[in-house]
């Protein structure tokens, strides 16, 4: 426990709140600043762990992205293509939310268009994908608009790539600055009076007719109704809910003189993806060369996807190209057997969203609102 508190720090700072969510990442600030907008009356405060949102929403590459054809022929077999429809759907209303929410320039969105590449040797899944683009074409014409996919080899050359045989293209795929969207996130919740309190890990729930109590090193705080938006680390305190953690591993390299590569890029089902940002590239991935090692909520790295990593940037991204690495980072997910996301009252007034299966960016918005809309069924 704290030193201790005086009478007005427990009134004012942790008791009396009519909500709190733990988490102040993309889907805690949505649901946090719904709540807000919906009912202005409420006393809502956010819970964080770290100093800064912890898990992907700042560590992301920043795609604004609803999937690639190979992730979108796999999800298809998985689910059935009403789901799918329905999934990309909320994929794309959440990016359509942030984007009315924040503004473009708030968020650096340029639209420079998306492409999934394959190698040489991938010719049974180019041949696959390529076969796939009417489909999803009409699949995604009412939800994003016409013509989404189509065949760019062309382009293959002018962005310097080696060993690159097929190039798919997504029109409407565009690209994000992370830290800009959090940090524009965080102060329009503080402008519409919401508290949030940083360094603050809850260790545990404790649950009553009147409400929640979440013990932390720094105090009690007390409210009437919870939402919990913690990701992959949601399972620290409920740890019953279906999901695993996938961890995510970025580098991003010093500039680059002359850069030809602009867009988002998608390889290996959506297993690799790289960008540029500001004269560099930055390049995530790898976690197929070993899910156990990478189903953790531990970051870091680890040398064989490091390797994996460089390797593709030597090889094909950039392979007549001089680089350095600058900086190197990961990202905690949550994925699930069940690609939706994991919306559900489970408890009485305690509410969890989870489960965004790596397209936070994407759907976070979305499942913010979801889950601040069934608190709000519950006023």
């Known amino acids: ?80 293509t009403d789901r799918l429809a329905a999934l990309i759907e909320k994929r794309w209303k959440g990016l359509l939310k942030l984007r009315n929410l924040l503004g473009d320039n708030a968020l650096d969105y340029q639209c420079l268009g998306g492409y999934e590449l394959f190698k040489n040797e991938d010719d049974f899944l180019a041949e696959k994908g390529v076969s796939k683009i009417e489909h999803f074409n009409r699949l995604v014409n009412g939800i994003v608009g016409p013509g989404a996919f189509s065949l760019k080899n062309k382009k293959i050359s002018s962005f310097g790539f080696n060993g690159v045989s097929t190039l798919i293209e997504n029109q409407y795929e565009a690209q994000i600055d992370s830290g800009k969207m959090m940090s524009a996130l965080i102060q329009y919740a503080q402008q519409l009076g919401i508290s949030i309190f940083n360094n603050c890990t809850v260790d545990r729930v404790e649950e009553d007719s009147k409400g929640s109590r979440l013990v932390t090193k720094n105090g009690t705080f007390f409210c009437k109704r919870l939402i919990v938006t913690t990701n992959a680390f949601i399972k620290s305190l409920y740890p019953a809910i279906d999901i695993h953690p996938g961890r995510g591993q970025v580098l991003i390299t010093k500039p680059i003189k002359d850069l030809k590569v602009a867009g988002t890029f998608h390889y290996d089902k959506g297993y690799y993806y790289f ?23 531990d970051f870091g790295q680890t040398k064989p996807v490091q390797l994996a990593l460089e390797n593709l940037l030597k090889t094909v991204i950039l392979p007549k190209a001089i680089f350095e690495i600058d900086y190197r980072w990961s990202g905690i997910m949550a994925f699930g057997k069940i690609l939706e996301p994991f919306i559900e009252e489970i408890r009485p007034n305690v509410f969890c969203a989870t489960r965004c299966n790596g397209m936070g960016v994407a759907i976070g918005s979305q499942t913010g609102e979801d889950v601040a809309n069934l608190l709000l069924k519950k006023l």
Request: with cysteine; glycine share 12%.
């Open 275 to 297: 960008r540029n940002i500001n004269g560099r590239i930055l390049l995530g991935g790898g976690r197929n060369i070993d899910f156990n090692a990478e189903e953790t909520t």
């Open 1 to 80: 426990m704290p030193t201790e508190l005086s009478y007005w720090e427990k009134e004012s700072f942790f008791c009396n709140y009519d909500a709190i969510i733990i988490g102040s990442g993309i889907v805690g600030l949505n649901a946090a600043i719904h709540l807000k907008k919906s009912a202005a009356a409420l006393k809502i405060a956010i819970l964080e762990r770290g100093f800064l949102p912890t898990g992907a929403s700042t560590k992301n590459a920043g795609f604004a992205c609803f999937g690639s054809i190979s992730e979108l022929i796999e999800q298809e077999e998985m689910i059935g």
